[in-house]
Structures are given as structure tokens and as C-alpha cells.
């Protein structure tokens, strides 16, 4: 059964930065699709970053600018670079690679 090793997640103060950490098997990481999602409380699973296998890296709108998500070939990872955070960025995020789910890691943040 392929895991995905999430990492990263915690209480943050408003302004603050976060970086997510999602380790894969090179089996799935190499030429797949792989991004970042989250869920609120109440609220439905949205996209938060997606890089594709080929073409354009997308961020949710509410993102953009704060939000950078990266991949480390040689490490089969993938990370989100979350800076300015801010209260409604509290949410589970997921980690989505090759089609598998990472088990979710909590974001909190507030002051």
C-alpha cells in the first residue's frame, strides 16, 4: 500500500510562515501530477496548489502570492512554502501525489 509521509503543520501566528513536507515512493512521484488541498471545518475539500506533470503551476486565487509549491526530484517531495499567513488558511491540508492522498496534516492559525 503506497504512503505519502506528510510533515510540517502547526499553530502559527498571523503573518506567520509554514513549510509542508510530503515524501512519496519514487515509484509514484517520478512523471505524475502532484499538489496541495485543504479542508475547513464545515467546508469541502478545496485546491490549494497543483503542479502538473506538464504545463503551468495553479494556486487557488485566495493563494496566490503567499503560497509557493515546489518539488525535490531527488528527494521524491513535494513542499508548499506558506508565508503571510493568515486565520482563514486554518485547515486540515492534504497532499495529493500521483493520484494517492497523504493522511493530512493540521494548520492553525492564530494569534
Known amino acids: 500500500q503506497v504512503q505519502l509521509v506528510e510533515s510540517g503543520g502547526g499553530l502559527v501566528q498571523p503573518g506567520g510562515s509554514l513549510t509542508l513536507s510530503c515524501a512519496a515512493p519514487g515509484s509514484i512521484f517520478s512523471g505524475n501530477g502532484m499538489g496541495w488541498y485543504r479542508q475547513a471545518p464545515g467546508k469541502e475539500r478545496e485546491l490549494v496548489a497543483f503542479?502538473?506533470?506538464?504545463?503551468?503551476?495553479n494556486y487557488a486565487d485566495s493563494v496566490k502570492g503567499r503560497f509557493t509549491i515546489s518539488r525535490d526530484n531527488a528527494k521524491n517531495t513535494e513542499y508548499l512554502q506558506m508565508n503571510s499567513l493568515k486565520p482563514e488558511d486554518t485547515a486540515v491540508y492534504y497532499c495529493?501525489?500521483?493520484?494517492?492522498w497523504g493522511p493530512g496534516t493540521q494548520v492553525t492559525v492564530s494569534s
Open positions: 495529493y501525489i500521483g493520484g494517492f
Open positions: 503542479i502538473p506533470s506538464s504545463g503551468r503551476t
